[in-house]
């Protein structure tokens, strides 16, 4: 039985990442393998043309990391950074962490010490997100792979087979959401078309996907209950 609920997060905020000449560095947060310790990274948080902007921040998602102290800063409207999170001990190679309380920044420094970690540190992506909320059993999710795969045979017999990408969409029903949650979801999508969804936290906390979501999902609501259901079609990117 599924006890955990469908977690739904703000689009990655990491993805739009700027240094102080407005230059993207968003990769910097994506495949770290250095040995070269400690290291720190300071950068803007920015919108799709590159704007510095402020984010409402309180998820910290690690993946594909054999990373185990991580110390973050998040700096105030005056520029001065305090600490926003601080891993210590980490033993999994994917992790959520949540943050004592949000903050609103356009800027972070992430610093990874030598103390405390392996020589070589690899780290597949640092993403932050805006926990949005959970969704319990009354979920339904129909789940399938698009991929662009397929095969051909060449001049000499052989079947060469190729495949381009494998990426996850669902259609996610959604029934008796308070008005609240209603307003926080639809308030994402119409911000960015984006979500990020985990649905399986019980089995496989791995799959977290980041979606391009249509603003033009359907929805109802019960006059007699004031809860709303909706169908969300959600296209890993």
Known sequence: MIKKPYIFLSQNFSRRVVDGNGNDISGQLNNIDTVALPLTLTFFLSDRWGTIKNRNLDTLILRDTNLQNISIEAADSAGDYSEFFNVQGNTDSTVMFTAPAPVITSSLRITIPAEGNPQQVQVGQIGFFNHITDLF?????????????????????????????????????IENLPQEQFD??????MADNALTVIPFKDFDPTAIYECYVSPEFSYEVDRKTALYSATLEAKEL
């Open 184 to 189: 926080a979801l639809n308030a994402a999508i």
């Open 137 to 173: 059993a009354l979920t339904d999710g129909n789940f399938k792979r698009e991929t662009n795969q397929g095969s051909y045979r060449t001049l000499s017999g052989d079947i060469v087979f190729y495949g381009d990408y494998q990426k996850w969409e669902a259609k996610i029903k």
